[in-house]
């Protein structure tokens, strides 16, 4: 089989995943706390080629490329404020911790709501903890900073859109702000011209495997035609 259709095509999957990565952070531009993924994109090892009559060296063949590695980008953004006495967040590094179903989770989006058992919740309704473990009490439609946890956390993970997984290690740096809100870490503009510079990728290699497909057929309908003397 032609090595080049190989090449195309693992370049062409590559490329559909960094779309999928794009499109899912274009979705979240607006999402508080999201952090951001990047796929890092490496090269299959390349193929040195010898004459098989001589063994001399020809040269290296690159063997096409693949998504190497997924990397979430931490990175605290700034804050805006809001207003809302419930929304919290961490200026500086640290992670909120909440309760969920599944275990202890983690978090940057601070936009928070009272439960009617009067306690601090996130959108899913996951209990938000305090540093002792504890569900943090909502006093007067209002939370004490210092009553909320801030975690270090290492290995962290990303579960979803905005949940990580990881291991507790005491208490981070970052300190919480009431009334506001972290920023997306999504930058659109870059985000939409990262999208069309990988679609325009994808496109070279739908070309290349077309290119190969019609030297192939041509390449067979010419020997096929060929007649003995």
Known sequence: MERGLYIAASGMIAEQMRQDQLANELANASTPGYKPDRIAQRSFPDLLLSNSATGQVVGPLGTGSYAAREVTDLDPQP??????????AIAGTGFFG???AQGLRYTRDGQFTESAAGTLTDALGNQVLGQNGQPVRVTNGRV????????NVTG???QGDDLFT??????????VRTGALEGSGVDPTKTMVDMMASFRAYEAGQRSIQSIDSTLQRTANEVGSLTGN
């Open 156 to 158: 962290a993970r990303k």
């Open 144 to 151: 004490a900073a210092a009553d909320v946890g801030v975690f």
């Open 166 to 175: 990881g291991a507790a290690a005491g208490r981070a740096t970052g300190t």
């Open 79 to 88: 804050l805006r404020d809001t207003g809302e006495p419930l929304d919290l």
């Open 98 to 100: 909440v309760q969920t």
